[in-house]
């Protein structure tokens, strides 16, 4: 077998890599093997987007859901998550707000609310009407995040305006998707993905990291991103959530940070996402120079909104804003991308394009 660095400059060459040589990459732990990974996934970032990033505003508006996930903090039931739903007015200055801070997406988000979902018609048109709304406030790309929808519904947030899909599997192995995601039908959320691609919606797909799965489950998961045709493909390692299941268990960030390489090898031409949800500004140069080209869960303070892992931390002292993070960018050598790059990016990409 070719040794790490072969198998390396391989990659960065744009040449295919064995099963093996991949699940290799995804164990490389060694401080020096794994800087010669991140310095292979910065090398390809670089050749397909440059030195600029693109940034996302998060703008979790209802944290109610119908559903029981076991690592999550908003699933239905625990008393100790934080519940909220926001108003049309306060989701606008949210992403008014982000919009004059710099972001070039808004992210619209939310649990599976039963308001939105399980009213028929009038809830599809209530969250149509919410991305209509974002899309005239801030003529910015917008991401919705609303759990797993009908196909109809579906076809109605692109029609009124948004961009991206996201929804994430967190595994594509399906007993430890079972665990996670209990009475939630795996092709259901799957076939979801399927039909936003089809109907001209780019989609983001991902994988949780630090929930038990081997080195196999991730290469599945690497391979199922591929074969769906992933726009976006996140790595987000676990965060143990009070009140929760799987309060006990933990998750550690290197398979993430390995992943984030991996990925960006295998997939160079993906925008990859460095959350802000796991470990704060505080990890987000790691992620940078592991080979993500996007920075995700930037919230406005004092807004009253919380993150997905995090639910607080760094949003009040204004941590999680595009201020606090552009130094970070500047150390890794990195810029932000302009309003009109991304939306470049986004247009080519739904024209079946690849890199800028
Ligand atoms: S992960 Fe999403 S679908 Fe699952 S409980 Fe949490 S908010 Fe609901």
Not at 195 to 219: H, Q
Not at 303 to 319: M, Q, T
Not at 338 to 356: D, H, I, L
């Amino acid at each position: 077998m070719d040794s790490l660095m072969e198998v390396l400059k391989r990659a960065v060459e744009g040449r295919a890599l064995h099963d093996e040589e991949i699940q290799g990459l995804l164990e490389v732990s060694s401080p020096e093997e794994r800087e010669e990974l991140f310095r292979a996934a910065r090398a390809r970032r670089e050749k397909f987007f440059g030195q600029h990033v693109f940034l996302y505003g998060f703008v979790y508006f209802s944290t109610y859901c119908r559903n029981g996930c076991n690592f999550c903090l908003y699933r239905r039931g625990n008393s100790k998550s934080l519940r909220y739903r926001k108003s049309m007015d306060e989701i606008l200055a949210a992403a008014s707000a982000l919009k004059e801070s710099g972001v070039h997406l808004i992210d619209l988000t939310m649990g599976e609310d039963p308001f939105y979902l399980s009213e028929g018609a009038e809830g599809y048109e209530r969250l149509a009407g919410l991305v209509d709304a974002v899309k005239k406030e801030t003529s910015l790309p917008v991401m919705v995040s609303p759990g797993v929808v009908e196909d109809s519904l579906l076809e109605r947030l692109r029609e009124a305006g948004a961009d991206w899909y996201a929804c994430y599997q967190e595994t594509h192995t399906f007993p430890l998707y079972q665990e996670l995601r209990p009475g939630q039908p795996y092709e259901k959320r799957w076939g979801a993905k399927a039909f936003a691609k089809n109907c001209g919606m780019l989609v983001e797909e991902g994988v949780m990291t630090g929930v038990g799965e081997s080195t196999e489950d991730l290469l599945r998961s690497i391979h199922a991103m591929e074969s769906l045709g992933a726009d976006q493909v996140r790595a987000m390692t676990f965060v143990p959530q009070v009140g929760t299941p799987m309060f006990g268990a933990s998750g550690k960030n290197q398979r993430e940070l390995n992943l984030i390489a991996v990925m960006r090898l295998l997939l160079p031409d993906r925008i990859i996402p460095a959350s802000l949800d796991v470990e704060g500004a505080e990890g987000l140069k790691a992620r940078l120079e592991a080979g993500a080209n996007a920075v995700t869960s930037l919230i406005p303070p004092q807004s009253g909104l919380a993150g997905v892992a995090r639910c607080h931390e760094g949003i009040d002292n204004g941590s999680r804003t595009v201020k606090g993070i552009l130094p970070i960018l500047e150390e890794c050598g990195l810029a932000s991308a302009t309003v009109e790059e991304y939306e470049s990016w986004v247009e080519k990409r739904k024209r079946g394009g690849g890199a800028r």
